[in-house]
């Protein structure tokens, strides 16, 4: 037995391998070196899955069952030519998607942002947001009609990143519920295997809009979600239905428009114990480590109370971040605990994060973080 992570950068896939002790660590270069690695996954059978994206040719997803030799797929998540984008859409992230904006432009998957593995069925959430489906192992995709022509789609609202479907959760209990994050019009539900949907942003304060940055729940209690938002970290115990406020220990910084709260990306949940993990940053101008110092949060009761973990992390100050999919979380006993920076260090802990080490890489910008048990 034994741990590999998936490190996917803005310049190619790096994959690092430990046994079960996690003690050390081997470092080795997935390839794909210049395309960007957005996301991975792994699907019951063992097969691995990556997005890639490249500005000059698109996106692409690769497929690998032994991590040597990978195989792009001819299919990939794309929007019809008819379906018309949102005017602002592509201006927000001009530097990676084609030229041309405005309501009269189709729309782009300039990125595919999460893949998320639920039994039998792969699940693709993309930017200009929606969600993507493959039940063949991703040789086609074909787009959850139900939620991207959503009654109140004519309402979503790209967020800073661009509008984009960035989260998936599925309910290993009841596989017809899935619950996916979409910046900035919230969270949806679906109790029915996709068929339709609701949005379940009660108790959280919007402001202008709702911008949901991360979402982890814990998988022997599905009904409790964390959510990362714009406007602070809340907690739902009835599956999205209501939301409330969960900051205590957390810290709370300003944001650019007066507001207070504890901004950031990354939030997941250990499997076995049902502990939370955030990597807070310094509101949203700066979104860096609050003070300089590289600190990862977590609560051991539910939410009630957060505790600041950063035994072995470096000394020095560091304003570096920890983007949405940075973190990721082993089903080892006890749980090891995985964040990549935006300045290419990985760190890990194998005691639940009560300690931590740099492990021996420093990395292009780390978008997505994904560790698998081997």
Not at 109 to 129: M, N, R
């Amino acid at each position: 037995m034994g741990v590999m992570l998936v490190v996917g950068t803005d310049k190619g896939g790096m994959l690092l391998r430990a046994d079960d002790a996690r003690e050390r660590w081997l470092v080795g270069d997935l390839g794909f070196r210049g395309w960007r690695v957005t996301a991975a996954a792994r699907d019951p059978g063992g097969r691995t899955y990556l997005a890639v994206a490249l500005e000059s040719f698109g996106n692409a997803i690769l497929a690998s069952d032994d991590l040597e030799s990978w195989e792009q797929l001819e299919a990939a998540p794309r929007w019809a030519p008819g379906d018309r984008g949102h005017p602002d859409h592509n201006r927000m992230i001009a530097s990676t998607t084609p030229p041309g904006t405005g309501a009269d432009e189709p729309r782009h998957v300039d990125q595919i942002w999460t893949l998320h593995s639920a039994g039998k069925t792969l699940y693709a959430g993309v930017s200009e947001a929606g969600l993507f489906r493959s039940d063949d192992r991703g040789k086609s995709w074909q787009s959850v009609e139900s939620l991207n022509e959503h009654e109140t789609r004519p309402e979503w609202i790209p967020g800073f990143g661009g509008l984009a479907l960035h989260c998936v959760l599925s309910d290993a209990n009841d596989p017809q519920r899935l619950w996916v994050g979409i910046s900035s019009y919230g969270v949806f539900r679906s109790d029915d295997g996709g068929r339709t949907w609701a949005r379940k942003n009660d108790g959280v304060d919007e402001g202008e809009t709702f911008c949901v940055h991360g979402l982890a729940h814990d998988p022997r209690n599905p009904e409790r979600i964390f959510r990362q938002e714009h406007r602070g970290m809340f907690r739902s115990v009835d599956a999205g239905d209501h939301w409330e406020l969960i900051e205590d220990g957390l810290p709370v910084s300003e944001l650019s428009d007066g507001g207070r709260c504890s901004f950031g990306f990354a939030v997941q949940v250990d499997p076995l114990t049902g502990y939370a993990y955030s990597f807070p940053l310094a509101g949203d101008d700066f979104r860096y480590s609050p003070e300089g110092r590289l600190r990862v949060f977590r609560t051991r009761d539910g939410g009630e109370r957060w505790e600041s973990l950063d035994r072995g992390m470096p000394a020095e100050p560091s304003y570096t971040s920890v983007l949405r999919g940075a973190m990721s979380i082993d089903r080892m006993d006890p749980c090891g605990v995985y964040v990549g920076t935006t300045s290419g260090q990985v760190f890990a802990s194998r005691d639940r994060g009560d300690s931590w080490q740099e492990l021996p890489c420093t990395l292009p910008k780390i978008l997505c973080v994904e560790a698998f048990q081997v």
